[in-house]
């Protein structure tokens, strides 16, 4: 953060065909900024932070013009690297128009958490849990996972989720089936997850079967609480790293359950147009 700078200077970027110069009203601000920050995700420097962002269409090439499937004026809302500005050069297939009845902010906490959610309760999981099974969802009392829990439970799936006692009143918005209150780590502000036996507790929910999915974006501080919470054939998706990166084990842990790991991220869930406009139309149908 130290080496955060705001120039009033910096230039706005060259038109190139098959993108939109966008200028923003809004850009989306996410926990996995932090990780380009910090280097956890490494990226060139220096560079324009931010990933979502939203805004209106100031310039096309006269080529997409013609094209008629955008044009300037329209209101847009996108993902792609460099929104911490006044203007960002959008590719074409990474626009999505808002629909009327969308206000433009919360059209773009649609996208980067709530795209997130929708590949994590829809796709992550590889279809190895099933309606009225249970799955384990860290964090619903905020940010990604206080989504992803509501789409799980319109999926069908029966949650235990957790969360800290600063966060119990944001957790119950989620109607979870199960929710597991975890103390405070003194000082943070976040979930000390030694703080309750979860493994014990899953497993007293599940009648000793564990939970067919766990969505964790906790990283290492859970790994292995979640390793251990898994039901036979069950899959383990790790999706962050908010307490740390998780540390290697070996494969042969999966072992006793005939267990599987993933380790997804949203770019290879939006990797088509189709696939990107299913998806968030999902949401804002939502």
Not at 56 to 72: F, H, M, R
Not at 162 to 168: D, W
Not at 262 to 284: C, G, H, Q, W
Request: proline share 3%; aromatic share 8%.
């Amino acid at each position: 953060a130290d080496n955060l700078h705001f120039e009033v200077d910096f230039p706005t970027p060259a038109l190139i065909a098959g993108h939109a110069l966008v200028k923003n009203d809004y850009s989306g601000i996410n926990f996995i900024d932090t990780y380009h920050r910090g280097g956890l995700y490494p990226r060139e420097l220096p560079f324009v932070c931010g990933q979502e962002g939203g805004g209106s269409i100031v310039a096309l090439t006269s080529e997409d013009q013609k094209a008629g499937d955008w044009k300037v004026g329209d209101r847009v809302v996108y993902t792609c690297l460099g929104t911490y500005s006044e203007y960002t050069l959008v590719p074409l297939k990474k626009l999505i128009a808002i629909p009327p009845e969308i206000d433009m902010r919360k059209a773009i906490a649609c996208l980067v958490q709530g795209m997130t959610a929708h590949y994590l309760a829809t796709s992550a999981h590889a279809n190895l849990i099933q309606k009225n099974e249970w799955c384990l969802i860290y964090s619903v009392g905020s940010g990604t996972c206080h989504l992803a829990a509501q789409m799980a439970k319109l999926k069908g799936y029966k949650v235990i989720g957790t969360c800290s006692k600063g966060k119990v009143q944001e957790a119950n918005e989620v109607h979870c089936d199960e929710l597991i209150i975890l103390d405070e780590i003194d000082g943070k502000g976040y979930a000390d997850y030694s703080s309750v036996d979860i493994v014990s507790k899953v497993m007293n929910i599940t009648q000793s079967q564990g939970v067919k999915c766990i969505l964790d974006g906790v990283g290492q501080s859970t790994s292995e609480i979640s390793l251990q919470c898994l039901a036979r054939r069950g899959i383990f998706v790790s999706f962050g790293n908010a307490s740390g990166s998780v540390k290697p084990f070996p494969v042969l842990r999966l072992n006793a359950k005939s267990a599987y790991v993933t380790r997804p991220k949203l770019n290879d869930y939006v990797a088509t147009r189709e696939e990107l406009m299913n998806r968030i139309s999902e949401i804002f149908n939502w």
